[in-house]
């Protein structure tokens, strides 16, 4: 009986905690709405008026308070955003002295709170500034953190930041390699000879240099295509992953040169790269490669088979490929599918 009531004692104990939790986190944040809202009306007309040539920045600076600071760049940050030209200059010109206030925010316990911080830095301060805070933010623990900071890297073209970058890629798995690729490309072609070392170096993962074979495509940077056919050279087609970076960078920059290393992964065991070596073959090939893609037409996986059948579409093999289309084997689908995609 007496543990019967220590029991419910408990049960009522804790309810009454998890409501008095839910209780103090709802006054709390209605205390913060109400302190944003309070700043908010009395410093973005504040700021209207010194777009509108009202006011100056020396008076308005004045005005700020301590524990203003954070809010009071925040409501400049989305001022930012909304302006440009001459009134953005003078938005961040009133907020370049504040900008020493995000200390605090920069090394706070929560993760959302730095990367805020860093966004504001970088968006308020100017484009060259802030190496070491961009840096240290690139190596935080959150990878929320870290992608804010490579995302403000890559819009701001900061190429002496673009090696930290890279050597975080590993960390961002919830993004796709296809948005990072892009977010690098973003960059312009400064950037390549950053992608060029990461791609051909043994010691970064498949991940970072798939990622990085991705963004010199998109950038079609010529050289790189002599580091895929060494690496497919070296490897031996035995990472996938690799193995179809490489072949994505000689797709679109490769030469007729790199086909010793690309035509014997057509027999390779992995369809995806068997599918991607039919793709460069049909794109730098020449017509001596018919044979080997008329069998891969024949290929079991209907993937191969269809990059296979275009291929010979784009080699000009127009009468295998009707041929093709006719016989009784596997590869007929495919076939027709090419003929009908180029007749489109």
């Not at 690496?231 to 087609?237: E, F, L, P, T, W």
Request: net charge neutral; proline share 4%; glycine share 6%.
């Amino acid at each position: 009986m007496i543990m019967v009531v220590w029991s419910v004692v408990a049960l009522v104990a804790v309810n009454l905690a998890l409501a008095g939790g839910v209780v103090f986190l709802r006054v709390r944040n209605d205390f913060r709405a109400r302190r944003w809202h309070r700043i908010e009306g009395r410093w973005y007309p504040a700021l209207l008026d010194l777009l509108a040539g009202d006011t100056t920045c020396a008076v308005l600076l004045k005005h700020v308070e301590t524990r203003e600071v954070e809010p009071v760049l925040e409501i400049c940050g989305r001022l930012a955003r909304r302006v440009s030209g001459d009134d953005r200059k003078i938005v961040r010109e009133f907020a370049r002295p504040l900008l020493s206030g995000l200390s605090p925010a920069l090394v706070s316990r929560q993760p959302e709170r730095r990367a805020n911080a860093i966004q504001l830095l970088t968006s308020l301060g100017a484009d060259d500034e802030f190496h070491t805070e961009i840096a240290e933010a690139l190596a935080d623990p959150s990878p929320l953190v870290a992608m804010v900071a490579a995302r403000v890297v890559a819009s701001r073209k900061r190429i002496d930041l673009a090696a930290d970058v890279l050597g975080q890629l590993d960390r961002f798995e919830m993004w796709s390699e296809a948005f990072l690729a892009s977010m690098l490309a973003s960059m312009g072609s400064q950037i390549a000879p950053e992608l060029r070392a990461s791609f051909s170096n043994a010691e970064s993962s498949s991940t970072t240099r798939s990622v990085t074979a991705r963004a010199l495509a998109e950038l079609r940077d010529v050289p790189a295509s002599d580091i895929a056919a060494t690496i497919i050279a070296a490897d031996g087609g035995q990472d996938r992953t690799l193995t179809i970076a490489a072949l994505r960078v000689i797709e679109v920059v490769g030469q007729s040169k790199h086909l010793e290393v690309v035509r014997p992964l057509l027999g390779h065991a992995d369809s995806a790269v068997r599918a991607r070596a039919a793709s460069v073959v049909g794109k730098i090939g020449v017509v001596a490669d018919s044979p080997s893609l008329v069998a891969a037409v024949g290929d079991m996986d209907p993937w191969v088979a269809i990059h296979a059948a275009t291929a010979l579409y784009q080699l000009g093999q127009l009468d295998k490929l009707r041929e093709l289309s006719r016989s009784p084997g596997t590869g007929s689908e495919a076939a027709l599918e090419a003929l009908a995609r180029g007749a489109s």
